[in-house]
């Protein structure tokens, strides 16, 4: 099981390039950072956590754009994997979003990983022309357009939300692995075996070992070989029963919270968690 840090980034305390660095140097193998464009300030759109209007955290309103910051992380490492948790591809346009993760990836030696969600803030949405009941045919579309973009010589794409003729659009990729954020459900765990190559958990999801089982079960239905990469979003302490367990029910990834605190208070937070968790920084290559 690999471990992971996610940074919710904003404009203060350490940035994201420095904080992909120490989590790099530290032994973790994913950089995750979140996305909101804005925060509607009338809104009716329930917070998943709060269960009202009120946020959780005053970072939602000062994220930074997510990959402004992965390519500030991808400058100053050259091992660990740039990845979103999550972010909103419904927000963007597909053709110019599929350029900017293209060139993130190519850049980076092939280290990104897309992880979406479908938007909890439905006001947010809104303001991007994407209706909440729609929500999920128009991820889905832009991650098809996207796919076409990366992979076909000259790719084209018509849908509901997404449609261009056949273009040119370079660099290629070899693979960006896509992963999707939700609560889990029959529907999420369908949409993701039909779409995605696996599951990031949401801080509600506590029952891992049963859902991985109910998601592999979707994923063998839908005819996929192999199985989903399953990521955790980790709430709880990583206790040597827990992290066991996880390992058992074939969670591939955990992610880890950072602090937005000074660089220093950073650095001796990766290095107490990575000596709790019990992994270190990578041997010197030769």
Request: negative net charge; hydrophobic residues 45%; glycine residues 10%.
């Amino acid at each position: 099981m690999r471990h992971g840090i996610v940074l919710f980034t904003s404009d203060r305390g350490i940035t994201p390039g420095p904080a992909a660095q120490a989590a790099e140097q530290a032994g973790f193998d994913t950089f995750y950072v979140p996305e909101h464009t804005h925060i509607p300030i009338k809104r009716t759109a329930a917070h998943p956590g709060t269960g009202g209007a009120d946020l959780p955290d005053d970072r939602y309103l000062r994220t930074l754009d997510p990959w402004v910051s992965l390519s500030a992380a991808a400058a100053l490492t050259s091992r660990i994997r740039l990845a979103t948790a999550v972010a909103l591809p419904v927000e963007s346009d597909p053709i110019t979003l599929a350029k900017t993760i293209a060139s993130l990836d190519w850049l980076s030696g092939g280290r990104v990983l897309l992880g979406a969600g479908f938007g909890w803030n439905t006001d947010e949405l809104a303001d991007h022309h994407v209706p909440a009941h729609r929500r999920r045919t128009a991820l889905r579309e832009h991650i098809e357009a996207m796919r076409a973009l990366w992979t076909e010589e000259e790719a084209s794409y018509s849908g509901e939300f997404v449609h261009f003729g056949p273009s040119w659009a370079f660099p290629k990729p070899a693979r960006i692995p896509v992963l999707i954020g939700a609560g889990a459900g029959p529907k999420t765990f369908a949409w993701i075996a039909a779409h995605a190559d696996g599951w990031i958990t949401t801080p509600a999801d506590t029952d891992v070992a049963a859902n991985a089982e109910r998601l592999r079960a979707a994923w063998a239905e839908a005819g996929r070989p192999g199985s989903p990469e399953i990521h955790v979003l980790a709430t709880r302490k990583p206790a040597p029963d827990l992290l066991a367990e996880w390992e058992g029910c074939g969670v591939t990834e955990a992610i880890w919270g950072l602090p937005d605190k000074s660089a220093d208070e950073v650095r001796a937070f990766l290095a107490r968690h990575a000596e709790r968790l019990g992994i270190g920084p990578p041997a010197p290559a030769g």
